[in-house]
C-alpha cells in the first residue's frame, strides 16, 4: 500500500514516470493477489491521464513486458 500512495503522490506532483516504474518494478517480483492489485492500480493511472499522455504509452509497454 505504501507503494500504491507514493506512485499516486508522485502522479497529482506531475511525475507520472516515476509512479509507473515504481508499480512495474513490484509488479516483476511480485505474485498472485498483491500483482493483480497493483496491475489494476496502473490501469487506473493509466485512464486518469489518459491514453494521449507520453507517459502512458511508454507505461503501456513497460506493463505488457512485466506480465509476459
Known amino acids: 500500500e505504501a507503494a ?4 499516486d503522490a508522485e502522479i497529482v506532483s506531475g511525475n507520472a514516470g516515476s ?3 515504481r508499480l ?3 509488479i ?3 505474485t498472485g493477489d ?3 492489485s497493483l ?3 496502473v ?6 491521464l489518459g491514453a494521449d499522455d507520453p507517459a ?3 507505461a503501456r509497454t513497460a506493463l505488457m513486458r512485466a506480465l509476459f
Not at 4 to 7: H, L, S
Not at 43 to 48: G, I, P
Request: proline share 0%; no cysteine; net charge positive.
Open 4 to 7: 500504491k500512495a507514493a506512485a
Open 19 to 21: 509512479a509507473f516504474n
Open 24 to 26: 512495474i518494478s513490484l
Open 28 to 30: 516483476r517480483t511480485t
Open 34 to 36: 498483491e500483482k493483480e
Open 39 to 41: 496491475r489494476l492500480r
Open 43 to 48: 490501469l487506473d493511472l493509466f485512464e486518469v
Open 56 to 58: 502512458v504509452t511508454k
